[in-house]
């Protein structure tokens, strides 16, 4: 099963692009369920842009499941100390 993710507008205003954003939720290397906007389901994925990225070249992609039922990815960007630690899961 192919898993569909939306990208919105916002995810895209660091300069990931939409391949990328998808790889790096699909293959991730670590998540963490956070709190979201009130009673969507929010996830935190941290992982590579493509495959063969340097083990540094991190994405951090922030994910909900909307009332429509289809998850949608509303924020991307390189990496920051943040979420720094779900890289070691």
């Keep these: 099963m192919v898993m569909e993710i939306e990208i919105e507008q916002s995810a895209r205003k660091h300069g990931c692009a939409d391949n990328e954003i998808r790889h790096a939720v699909l293959h991730s290397i670590g ?12 996830v935190v994925f941290v992982g590579q842009p493509h495959p063969g990225a340097l083990p540094d070249n991190l994405l951090e992609v922030i994910v909900s499941k909307w009332q429509d039922g289809q998850l949608h990815a509303f924020h991307a960007m390189p990496l920051t100390s943040r979420w720094q630690h779900l890289r070691y899961q």
């Excluded at 998540?31 to 929010?42: A, F, L, S, V, W």
Aim: no cysteine; aromatic share 8%; glycine share 16%.
């Design 31 to 42: 998540h963490e369920q956070i709190e979201g906007y009130g009673d969507e389901m929010t």
